[in-house]
């Protein structure tokens, strides 16, 4: 599709058949599937940039909405790490695949060459802003089928994961009515790997260390430390 300003008609009728949903207003489809760089700065037709901006808070209130319907027990700390697990780039990149999106955007002659339609970037945005369309043309339920269709395991995959241990013991501490705070003891190697020493405090308890190639990493190392030496699972 090389150079095309747009997706053809079968190729968006072979795209409706993928999504499982027809669209009263074509245009909407369209829209969500053009780049930028067809536009090539001209201020006729616009690029999927608008509908991606609103298909990223519609993704996220379906999702939202659905884990707190799944998980009554969990509360807002234990349901966050959900979210961002399952609304990221990655996880619209999945998705965007699994629906062949990638095969029907409209990209520029240089966008193609560069292997445009196989970017996770790219493949992403189309994801939210195709969201939106169906948000727009049909309401949140098509919206929400099509989360529901391409996140497919993605929801039970997330929920069966195991917990990270710096949430494990914000709960702990929290439970506790404690002070947790991470001193980053010792910092060594070059600016592009680095290697971190970090201890957990936990008022009343011992400091245990971790460590790793980033704050983040000697954070999870520490917190499960900690969490061993007081017997948590």
Same mark, same amino acid.
């Given at each position: 599709?090389?150079?095309?300003?747009?997706?053809?008609?079968?190729?968006l009728?072979?795209?409706?058949?993928?999504?499982?949903?027809?669209?009263?207003?074509?245009?909407? !489809?369209?829209?969500?599937?053009?780049?930028? %760089? @067809? !536009?090539?700065? %001209?201020?006729?037709?616009?690029?999927? /940039?608008?509908?991606?901006? !609103?298909?990223?808070?519609?993704?996220?209130?379906? @999702?939202?909405?659905?884990?707190? #319907?799944?998980?009554?027990?969990r509360? /807002?700390?234990?349901?966050?790490?959900?979210l961002?697990?399952?609304?990221?780039?990655?996880?619209?990149?999945?998705? #965007?695949?699994?629906?062949?999106?990638?095969?029907?955007?409209?990209?520029?002659?240089?966008?193609?060459?560069?292997?445009?339609?196989?970017?996770?970037a &790219?493949?992403?945005?189309?994801?939210?802003?195709v969201?939106?369309?169906?948000?727009?043309?049909?309401? &949140?339920?098509? #919206?929400r089928?099509?989360?529901?269709?391409?996140?497919?395991?993605?929801?039970?995959?997330?929920s069966? #994961?195991p917990?990270?241990?710096?949430t @494990?013991?914000? /709960?702990?501490?929290?439970a506790?009515?404690?002070?947790?705070?991470?001193? @980053?003891?010792?910092?060594?190697?070059?600016?592009?790997?680095?290697?971190?020493? &970090?201890?957990?405090?936990?008022?009343?308890?011992?400091?245990?260390r971790?460590?790793?190639?980033?704050?983040?990493?000697?954070?999870?190392?520490?917190?499960?430390?900690?969490?061993?030496?007081?017997?948590?699972?």
């Open positions: 599709m090389s150079g095309r300003r747009k997706p053809q008609d079968a190729q009728a072979e795209l409706e058949q993928r999504l499982g949903y027809a669209f009263g207003d074509r245009a909407l !489809l369209q829209e969500a599937l053009t780049h930028a %760089s @067809v !536009l090539d700065g %001209s201020k006729k037709g616009r690029s999927y /940039e608008r509908l991606e901006f !609103l298909g990223d808070r519609v993704l996220g209130l379906i @999702v939202a909405e659905r884990l707190f #319907a799944e998980h009554d027990g509360d /807002e700390g234990e349901l966050a790490p959900l961002n697990a399952l609304v990221n780039r990655h996880a619209c990149a999945r998705a #965007a695949r699994a629906a062949g999106l990638g095969e029907v955007v409209a990209l520029s002659p240089s966008e193609e060459t560069s292997g445009g339609r196989g970017k996770e &790219i493949l992403a945005d189309i994801c939210e802003s969201i939106a369309a169906l948000y727009l043309d049909g309401g &949140i339920e098509a #919206a089928a099509f989360v529901t269709r391409f996140w497919g395991d993605a929801f039970d995959d997330v069966s #994961a917990r990270d241990a710096k @494990v013991l914000q /709960e702990w501490v929290a506790r009515r404690k002070g947790l705070s991470y001193v @980053v003891v010792e910092r060594t190697g070059p600016e592009h790997a680095p290697h971190f020493v &970090i201890e957990a405090h936990v008022d009343g308890f011992e400091p245990m971790g460590e790793g190639s980033s704050k983040r990493e000697a954070q999870r190392a520490a917190a499960a430390a900690f969490l061993a030496a007081q017997g948590v699972q």
